[in-house]
């Protein structure tokens, strides 16, 4: 109903102003008023801004999943003083009309092609879109067209209703950070994400790595138990599906580590070879078993997508991944023969990002289906199982991911060079990053409380460290007017102030301030509320009117304002939802709640 809302009052409004007397509208003319009404909109409430619209990957999936639940219906425009907007829509029509073309001229700089019908101008809804930074788009329900129209594009999420070290990290279910373009692939040896941002190479990005850990985590918790189909367990061997042909031997033998019964199988290493097959037609594709090779051998899942069949194969190799026509090469790392593997893979994402390199003319999933799995080589196997989902797997390999890459100083280094600003704020490779810290320390507080061992709550405390350490010492704390502790995402000097990474960095330390005691407890509690104070005092600093922006650099440097777009306008909303949870204090809500009116168009009062 948002549209119509807008629609029927600048209707109101265009009457009075232009007296056109009692409109009569009909279907055709109402792309053409809408036009009208968006640009009468936008001069009315935006100003002119030359940011590139264009949206970003982050999130688009869910964008489009939550595009369908109706959140536009939230649509409040008490403070534009419209009085009578419940007018129903058939009623407003206007006469056809005359219209003719009639030249624009913008600012009395440049002109565009317009529509005239008396006293009415209609302009082509591809200029304002730009020219405003605005959305819109057919929508087509049961045959009934319709124009919406939208300030943006990006959508809030809630956070939990109780925020707690074991719940769901913010709104974080609603991210899929595989999906998006700069995550190469999940390697299949730590199998975390590895990032092509600012490195086309590619390399381990710890804020990447602790989404991924902390999306999945928030999905287990949304989803729950995952749907299992168990394909081949060694205390139930039962082969009866599966192939085994000339050249293959299974047999079922006890293992003393599992201490249960486990398959064994020897069958020729080379791909070439059928290997141990089960041929299957699901449309599920997380693939999980526990499995050690000690020869050359390999695990490989068959999948048809648009009507072809591709192969994705796990093998000892240290590429990460690598193709060759319809076959996907994931490498598992070569010193992991004779080693107990726990093998946990979604099969239609590692379809996808192999289908994204060169070799590939098919770039998308389309009407997919697993086919098979293959075992080749000689080994032991236990509980091989296709699920819906493998979420807890992914957590914890990349919980394990910030324990084994902890360095000696608690950090997680960056090592990329990153240029925020080219030449004024720059970072050379090996930065820390108080995002990363914190985010770190979220997977690693739930990685702790869900498994209770003790190394993951070690490294949480670890990462404390680098919190009480200037950016200018390789620390990742600034000084705001040399009255505020500030945690930097990218610890520049000048310093940036990133809002977000920020906030991330206190909801870190805010999770692990839940679980530890006596002296870790003084520190974190310390640096928490050092914190919070910060953020109090600073926070509107970020507000501009009728948005928000990324951080400070039109202070700390005295260059143009970078407005947050709105994907980062609505982090900072579900982030100040969470915080109006976490801290009483009214500043946050009665900020959130003028932030979430900025996506509306709601600007704030003026004099
Ligand atoms: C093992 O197999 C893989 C894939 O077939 C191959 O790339 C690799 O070179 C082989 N390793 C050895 C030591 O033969
Ligand atoms: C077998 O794998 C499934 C899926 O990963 C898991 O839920 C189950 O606990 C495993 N069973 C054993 C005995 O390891």
């Known amino acids: 109903m948002h549209f119509f809302m807008v629609w029927?009052?600048?209707a109101e409004m265009l009457k009075k102003l232009y007296s056109v007397g009692t409109m009569r509208f009909n279907r055709r003319s109402l792309l053409f008023l809408l036009v009208l009404c968006t640009f009468m909109i936008c001069f009315s409430f935006w100003s002119r801004c030359v940011l590139n619209p264009e949206p970003v990957d982050m999130n688009r999936k869910q964008m489009v999943d939550v595009a369908t639940e109706g959140d536009f219906a939230d649509v409040r425009f008490v403070n534009r003083g419209a009085k009578n907007y419940n007018m129903p829509v058939n009623e407003m029509?206007?006469?056809s009309a005359n219209v003719q073309d009639m030249e624009c001229e913008i600012n009395k700089e440049y002109s565009v092609q317009c529509k005239r019908d008396d006293n009415e101008v209609y302009m082509p809804f591809s200029f304002i879109q730009k020219y405003f930074e605005v959305y819109g788009e057919f929508q087509n329900t049961d045959g009934y067209e319709k124009f919406e129209f939208a300030h943006s594009y990006s959508e809030v999420h809630q956070p939990p209703d109780v925020i707690s070290p074991e719940g769901a990290f913010m709104s974080f279910e609603h991210y899929n950070v595989e999906i998006r373009k700069r995550v190469k692939c999940i390697t299949a040896i730590e199998g975390v994400p590895i990032s092509t941002q600012w490195e086309p190479a590619g390399h381990y990005y710890p804020i990447q790595i602790a989404q991924f850990a902390l999306s999945h985590y928030s999905k287990y918790l949304r989803e729950g138990e995952p749907e299992t189909v168990s394909l081949l367990d060694g205390s139930n061997s039962d082969l009866g599906a599966w192939l085994t042909g000339v050249n293959v031997k299974v047999t079922s033998v006890w293992n003393q580590v599992r201490s249960s019964r486990v398959v064994e199988f020897q069958t020729p290493d080379a791909l070439s070879n059928p290997g141990l097959y089960i041929h299957l037609k699901e449309s599920i594709y997380a693939l999980s078993m526990d499995l050690k090779i000690v020869s050359n051998g390999s695990i490989s899942v068959t999948l048809k997508n648009d009507g072809a069949t591709f192969h994705v194969h796990y093998v000892f190799s240290n590429t990460l991944i690598t193709c060759d026509g319809k076959n996907i090469y994931y490498g598992l790392g070569v010193d992991r023969q004779d080693e107990w593997i726990h093998f946990a893979r979604d099969a239609d994402m590692d379809l996808l990002k192999g289908l994204m390199l060169k070799c590939s003319k098919y770039k998308k999933l389309n009407g997919l289906s697993l086919l098979g799995v293959t075992i080749r080589g000689h080994g032991v196997v236990d509980n091989v199982t296709l699920s819906s989902a493998v979420h807890m797997d992914h957590f914890f390999d990349a919980a394990n991911w910030f324990v084994n890459h902890q360095d000696r100083r608690g950090g997680w280094p960056i090592m990329v060079t990153r240029k925020l600003i080219a030449g004024v704020m720059e970072l050379q490779p090996g930065w820390y990053s108080a995002m990363?810290?914190?985010?770190?320390?979220?997977?690693?507080?739930?990685?702790?409380?869900?498994?209770k061992k003790s190394v993951y709550l070690r490294a949480a405390i670890n990462a404390l460290k680098l919190f009480e350490i200037s950016s200018a010492q390789g620390g990742v704390k600034a000084r705001f007017a040399n009255s505020y502790d500030?945690?930097?995402?990218?610890?520049?000097?000048?310093?940036?102030?990133?809002?977000?990474?920020?906030?991330?960095?206190?909801?870190?330390?805010?999770?692990?301030k839940q679980v530890v005691k006596e002296e870790p407890l003084e520190t974190v509690t310390r640096l928490y509320n050092e914190g919070i104070k910060s953020l109090k005092a600073?926070?509107?600093m970020y507000d501009s009117g009728f948005g928000t922006f990324y951080d400070l650099r039109h202070i700390s440097v005295g260059l143009a304002p970078?407005?947050?777009?709105?994907?980062?306008?609505?982090?900072?909303?579900?982030?100040?939802?969470?915080?109006?949870?976490?801290?009483?204090?009214?500043?946050?809500?009665?900020t959130v709640k003028r932030w979430q009116e900025y996506m509306h168009g709601i600007r704030s009062p003026h004099n």
């Open 486 to 512: 500030w945690y930097e995402e990218y610890p520049t000097t000048p310093s940036s102030f990133v809002l977000n990474g920020f906030i991330f960095s206190l909801f870190g330390l805010y999770d692990l």
């Open 436 to 451: 990363a810290q914190g985010h770190g320390m979220s997977t690693l507080v739930r990685a702790y409380l869900k498994s």
């Open 538 to 540: 600073m926070l509107l």
């Open 562 to 590: 970078n407005r947050a777009r709105w994907d980062y306008h609505t982090v900072h909303i579900s982030q100040l939802l969470q915080l109006t949870k976490m801290e009483d204090d009214p500043l946050f809500s009665r």
């Open 93 to 95: 029509e206007i006469p």
């Open 8 to 10: 029927q009052r600048y």
